[in-house]
């Protein structure tokens, strides 16, 4: 089993920065995949950004230059920073892992962009 935990989200202006943190329970090196997703009012899940082990990071093109997701193997954690941030990003954000062979998810954070 694998418990996620994320944090790091809340109310920002447009423009502004958020980092969002996914603290796990297990040691990260044993993930295959790590990944930050969202979900917004009325629209399915979508991929925001994700991390294959050995793998380069991959980001949605809405997200490109604005978003990274980034790693700390010691403190267990994926970040994902958000930089530059727009209305349609507003969403819930969640982490998901893969632990060979399952997918674990974390319980989401809410982040909004309003003024």
């Known amino acids: 089993q694998v418990q996620l935990v994320e944090s790091g989200g809340g109310l920002v202006q447009p423009g502004g920065s958020l980092r969002l943190s996914c603290a796990a329970s297990?040691?990260?090196?044993?993930?295959?995949?790590m990944g930050w997703y969202r979900q917004a009012p009325g629209k399915e899940r979508e991929l925001v950004a994700a991390?294959?082990?050995?793998?380069?990071?991959n980001y949605a093109d809405s997200v490109k230059g604005r978003f990274t997701i980034s790693r700390d193997n010691a403190k267990n954690t994926v970040y994902l920073q958000m930089n530059s941030l727009k209305p349609e990003d507003t969403a819930i954000y969640f982490c998901?892992?893969?632990?060979?062979?399952?997918?674990?998810w974390g319980q989401g954070t809410q982040v909004t962009v309003s003024s």
């Open positions: 991390i294959a082990s050995g793998g380069s990071p």
């Open positions: 297990r040691r990260i090196f044993s993930f295959t995949y």
């Open positions: 998901n892992v893969r632990w060979a062979p399952l997918d674990y």
